[in-house]
């Protein structure tokens, strides 16, 4: 695990700084451009769900990344955040109080920070498989008890707000989607940055040596009592923010966001795209979020597809998606990556085979089982099956043991080309 | 109320031991490997459907052996394949795999057997009330789940405690390279743990089944109650299981007995005060929250003595 | 049938809308198609696609083809509103949903909101199936239609029924403690205590939803208060394993259920050996006695290989065709406006209405037991393979169904 991310190291380098804003520049540009260029309805959600769950994901992983905490309850912090929002939104059309809505996710962020205050002391002890049951524990916890406080939880249909009907702040209503796109943008923005500081300042270095070696930091004087439980308060501070901004997007608060279901899913996004860089859970949250959109559209058995991602990034990349991309940086940096491109492309085709092999198999015993007699045909990349024919079942399993045969001869190849392209990047220094 | 209490002990016995033939296999597996496997309760679920499956092709009695045994053969597929070469990346990484498996398996037992329940009867043979207390029955089939749930928790005491091969396998978790030195081959001793493991998930799978409702949910329904139970009571402890199970099973059957709430014993709330969190905690019944209650037990005993009841490490 | 290409697999979130054609008539399903609840989703969208068909062979709506587009809402709310989202986007005027209150609450709420800020863009919100009774009363909508009967006016049915059971002395309560739940065991109180005072209500019992494994202690509390009825709206495994804990101690009672007929019900009843002991109330069985409706079950039958779990949804589409054609229009707004008060003979015979009020339709509700089936001719259906079916207990007259509304409805102007 290394702590150095890219930012981190642009920033260390001569002329660093103007690359390192640049890069926020960018992604604030980018993050303006983006509704101009895909302006439908839909993607405008597709967006402002991706946003929420960069903070969400980015908010797990000052736990699980810096600082070693494994939480299976995380959504607590953004299911409050989200109730709390939600009841201050509905106070504030009530009672004509002067807070606009985009002061609102700050409400939701306060809403996480101060359940993660309430119970953090106890959970944060110790870290391990005690923080992770106990965690658990409490997740199930709150959301069984929202059920049972109905009053504030409004029972399993939930609360709901109308956003529109707070003070306006620039004459916006908040009532389009694209209003509420560039109220979440700026909120990713301004999380990111806050996080990413956070990362940069003394208490997120000493989360890193808690999470390493937690012994060795009680030595020199710190409590690492004392520093988990602070990195769980921001965690739950950030959490309650993406809280806020769902309720805000979806005007309703509802038993659904304390789960274990949201809490699964961001330990997943966090875990595939990796926690060890900062940027490793935004490629995560836009991969889950983007396929828990596309796939359940296409697929009955996302859910199946998902775990197979997800066993197939914790065998053979625990490094996460930011890892796999990370690997390449001293080869890069080298310039010994031309070495390995061939046998990547080598390699693309019969592993690209053996997935497609995977999937009609998939798709076929779904088929099979799910409709007896009826709608047998498969679509898959616009050539047709028929679920009940050997031939589709022969194929299948072609496709799966010849794809695999190549693809682990390629796979060697890869590793041999990998190896030659990183003596090259050792002999000149960039890998250690 | 003497038939409440002697009906609720029965009921809470019976619950309490299906627990712990389902966590035995949880906290064997832990206490040897220190892994914690989130796809407990998946084996759990596959173990009630192939014993289905087989039960429909060859009767349940050669069904109660041969599921349990494909069970745990799939079990030490996935620790050769799977949890071995996930090792290395430590704890998280294994405790993750199983996260991921537990999803997968809980889609591809819905693919094959379908969404809704499959109709997995009690054998004939053992469908009759065994006795009958206050005019209500019990069913033989649930003295039977009690018979075999006693019967494992003594033959693993006496493998574990008693025999070599429990030496050597408790052994290999402490001091790898010492057992490896010895001659033993821990890989296998590892995946034989495993393979035990995820077969006595199966062997309460597919007795659990028929008396439960046998379908593709049935191990998240069940999967963090096994957690409370085996952390409860102390994780890599096989007594401390034991009490853990009955404790609970008793705890969650009286807590459905009670009908009391805080309403019932100091009377309502002033109805002016209008429905506040109050109110909701003020009418809420012992019953209704009875399945909430293993977790606030967990929650206190990992804060007041981490280890849980009998364990003797925390992690 | 169902939407199966991959080839935009990697566009799907963005693209979604730009490639439909204009011509058909696009009805957004959305409810469970993966997770938990997908065996009862599943069961409804087979039920639409067989209702569209049947329109399309007769010409459509209009002239307009029907097509179903199903939509996973996998018993979500917030997923359900990224559906109904999507629908928008994708040119969609007309939604049906029916699992789960919660998703019909967020759902409700979703489509008042979206018509009034986007007209132009209305969503029209037909709701088949989730019954809580604040969706036609404090939190009704113009732009939602219920073709179920809320759970109140199934409990004034069903206690209408009871109040002619003589042998019926002692009820238990037993519900899951939501709202549904709640709605049911507040209304079963004050309404035996209004037609028979004579009823002792022995046990009133709530527990969590869908979390409970084992119902032996719930049974042994029934036993000891020496109940004859018991009185639950249980859905799902909490029925099932109520049902089946109650055969293990040899429980003898009347049940009086919402839901015993979803799936895996009339299987756990058949295993427990319940016949004829648990009752059930709907707004229309298999074996009503009604000529054509039972020739459309049979037909149903033969094509989806699955019992019509969902008579009302034949109501609605049918509804929704004399509607349109009403209205000589697919505007929602048009349709809506022409749906309010509508009449129509319902499937299972009687004759119904759609309560301008507060868009509740009102028909006939039956009450069946479930057992072996006596009389071939009478009865030929059975369900789940089982050999045993539904038979017709009563029949409650849409009059002796209706109750007050309190809503006040906001209309378009």
């Known amino acids: 695990m290394t702590d150095a991310t890219a930012l981190d190291e642009l920033k260390e380098q001569p002329g660093g700084n103007l690359r390192f804003y640049g890069i926020w520049l960018i992604a604030a540009a980018a993050l303006i451009v983006l509704p101009l260029v895909f302006s439908s309805g839909s993607s405008l959600t597709s967006f402002n769900l ?55 996710p700050l409400v939701g962020g306060v809403g996480g920070l101060a359940f993660a205050i309430l119970v953090g002391w106890v959970m944060t002890k110790r870290a391990g498989t005690v923080f992770a049951m106990i965690s658990l524990g409490i997740g199930e916890l709150v959301a069984s008890s929202s059920l049972i406080l109905r ?252 794809g695999f045969l190549i693809a682990r001869l390629t796979w060697r190849r890869v590793a041999d080309a990998w190896d030659r392209a990183a003596t090259v990047a050792r002999d000149r220094g960039y890998l250690a | 109320m003497l038939e409440l209490i002697v009906i609720s002990t029965l009921n809470g016995v019976l619950f309490g031991m299906l627990l712990f033939l389902l966590s035995s296999g949880l906290t064997v597996i832990f206490s040897m490997m220190g892994v914690l496997n989130f796809a407990h309760a998946s084996f759990y679920m596959l173990g009630a459907f192939f014993g289905y499956q087989l039960t429909r092709w060859i009767g349940f009695w050669p069904a109660l052996v041969l599921a349990p045994l494909l069970v745990g053969v799939v079990g030490m597929a996935v620790e050769r394949y799977g949890l071995r070469n996930t090792h290395r990346h430590g704890h998280v990484a294994e405790l993750l795999l199983t996260f991921g498996l537990a999803f997968a398996i809980e889609e591809i037992v819905s693919m094959i057997w379908g969404k809704s329940p499959v109709d997995y009867r009690i054998p004939a043979a053992l469908d009759f009330p065994a006795f009958t207390v206050f005019s209500t029955n019990y069913p033989a089939y649930k003295i039977f789940m009690l018979a075999i749930s006693v019967s494992i928790f003594v033959a693993l005491l006496i493998v574990l405690k008693k025999t070599r091969v429990g030496l050597i396998v408790q052994a290999a978790l402490t001091y790898p390279t010492m057992v490896g030195h010895l001659g033993h081959n821990v890989g296998r001793v590892f995946m034989v ?39 409860f009571g102390g994780l890599g402890s096989l007594p401390g299981a034991f009490i853990a199970s009955l404790l609970i099973g008793l705890i969650q059957t009286f807590a459905v007995a009670l009908n009391g709430s805080l309403a019932s014993a ?6 002016s005060l209008g429905p506040s969190v109050l109110t909701d905690i003020w009418n809420v019944t012992i019953a209704q929250i009875a399945p909430i209650l293993p977790y606030v037990l967990l929650v206190l005993i990992l804060i007041v003595r981490p280890m849980g009841l009998l364990g003797t490490r925390e992690t | 049938m169902r939407k199966m290409i991959m080839t935009a697999a990697m566009a799907v979130p963005f693209l979604v809308g730009a490639a439909h054609a204009q011509d058909s008539l696009k009805i957004g399903y959305i409810d469970p198609l993966s997770g938990g609840g997908a065996s009862i989703g599943e069961g409804g969208l087979k039920t639409y696609q067989f209702l569209a068909d049947e329109l399309n062979a007769k010409g459509g709506i209009l002239g307009h083809k029907v097509e179903i587009v199903p939509m996973d809402n996998k018993t979500n709310p917030q997923e359900s509103l990224v559906q109904a989202q999507k629908a928008i986007d994708a040119g969609i005027h007309y939604i049906t949903q029916g699992n789960g209150s919660s998703v ?3 759902l409700e709420d979703f489509v008042t909101k979206n018509n009034s800020r986007n007209p132009g863009k209305e ?138 007929g979803g799936a895996g019900g009339p299987t756990a009843i058949k295993q427990a050996g319940l016949d004829h002991q648990v009752y059930q109330i709907t707004e229309g069985i298999p074996n009503s006695g009604n000529k054509t409706a039972m020739g459309f079950e049979k037909e149903f039958r033969a094509k989806e290989n699955m019992s019509l779990w969902y008579p009302r949804a034949v109501n609605e589409m049918r509804m929704f065709k004399a509607a349109a054609e009403k209205a000589n229009s697919l505007d929602p707004v048009k349709v809506a406006a022409a749906l309010e008060g509508m009449k129509f003979e319902v499937l299972d015979g009687g004759e119904g209405f759609m309560r301008k009020e507060d868009h509740q339709f009102f028909q006939p509700i039956y009450i069946s037991s479930f057992g072996s089936l006596k009389d071939k001719a009478k009865d030929p259906f059975d369900e789940e393979n089982t050999g045993w079916g539904w038979h017709l207990v009563s029949k409650i007259d849409t009059a002796q169904t209706i109750l007050p509304t309190t809503c006040k409805m906001k209309r378009p102007d």
């Open chain 1, 50 to 104: 991706i946003g929420i769950a960069i903070i969400f994901a980015l908010s797990y992983n000052i736990l699980l990344g810096q600082t070693g905490l494994l939480s299976f309850g995380h959504a607590v912090h953004y299911g409050l955040g989200g109730f709390l929002a939600v009841h201050v939104m509905n106070a504030v059309a009530n009672y004509n109080w002067p807070l606009p809505l985009p002061f609102i």
């Open chain 1, 151 to 402: 009053s504030v939880f409004g029972g399993e249909s939930g609360i709901t707000t109308d956003r529109t009907a707070l003070p306006h702040m620039f004459g916006w209503t908040f009532g389009p989607q694209r209003q509420v796109y560039y109220l979440i943008a700026f909120w990713v923005l301004v999380s990111a940055i806050a996080m990413y500081a956070l990362t940069r300042t003394p208490l997120g270095r000493i989360c890193n040596a808690v999470r390493d070696n937690p012994e060795r930091v009680e030595f020199i004087g710190y409590d690492p009592h004392v520093v988990r439980y602070f990195a769980y308060g921001f965690a739950g501070f950030f959490a309650g923010i993406a809280g806020g901004l769902t309720a805000i997007n979806f005007e309703i608060a509802n038993s659904a966001y304390l789960g274990a279901t949201q809490s699964g899913i961001v330990l997943f996004a966090a875990f595939i795209g990796g926690t060890a860089y900062f940027f490793g859970p935004i490629l995560g949250a836009i991969l889950v979020t983007y396929l828990q959109l596309g796939l359940t559209n296409i697929t009955t058995v996302w859910q199946l597809y998902f775990g197979i991602i997800f066993i197939g990034i914790v065998m053979f990349a625990p490094g996460g998606i930011a890892g796999l991309l990370m690997m390449h940086r001293p080869l890069v940096r080298a310039g010994s990556w031309p070495v390995v491109i061939p046998s990547y492309l080598l390699a693309a085709l019969p592993t690209l085979v053996f997935a497609l092999g995977i999937i009609l198999s998939i798709e076929t015993v779904a088929h099979y089982t799910a409709s007896e007699g009826e709608g047998n045909i498969i679509n898959l990349f616009g050539v047709p099956f028929d679920a009940t024919a050997p031939t589709t079942w022969a194929v299948a399993a072609l496709l799966v043991v010849g």
């Open chain 2, 193 to 231: 743990v495993f393979g035990v493991g995820s077969a006595l998930a199966g062997l309460a799978g597919v007795i659990a089944g028929p008396s439960l409702v046998t379908q593709s949910d049935m191990a998240s329904l069940l999967g963090p109650i096994l957690f409370v139970v085996i952390v």
């Open chain 2, 266 to 271: 100091f009377g309502p709330l002033d109805p």
């Open chain 3, 104 to 106: 019909a609450a967020a």
């Open chain 3, 123 to 260: 969503l029209l919100y037909f709701n088949y199936a989730a019954v809580d009774p604040a969706l036609t009363n404090e939190k009704c909508s113009f732009w939602h239609f219920r073709w179920d009967a809320n759970s109140d006016i199934k409990m004034e049915a069903l206690t209408n029924y009871m109040k002619g059971e003589k042998s019926i002395k002692k009820v238990y309560l037993i519900n899951q403690d939501y709202s549904f739940g709640q709605a049911v065991r507040t209304e079963a109180r004050k309404m035996l205590a209004a037609k028979r005072p004579d009823i002792q209500i022995v046990g009133d019992e709530v527990h969590p939803l869908l979390k409970v494994t084992d119902f032996s202690p719930y049974i042994a509390k029934i036993k000891a208060s020496g109940a004859d009825t018991v009185v639950t709206g249980n859905w799902g495994q909490d029925i099932a394993l109520l049902l089946k804990a109650a055969a293990d101690a040899g429980l003898k009672v009347s049940w009086y259920t919402y839901y015993a």
